[in-house]
């Protein structure tokens, strides 16, 4: 099974990447895109990419990948 990912933020959206210049108003435009794949063996992949748009030009990219193993 494949399962396609999307998705957009408007403002803060991920507090893992909280630095100063994120504090107090902040208008960043972030969007996503990325799949996972589950396989019979419980085993999933995951892949995202993820860009940020913040005020004066500044940009954040991010691709995170997964691997899982349930039992």
Sequence with gaps: RVIILAGYAYGVDDFDTLSVDRIGAF???TGLIGARAEFSSLTS???SFERQSRPAGVTLQRFTLTLAQRF
């Design 27 to 29: 208008s960043a435009h």
């Design 45 to 47: 992949v995951a892949g």
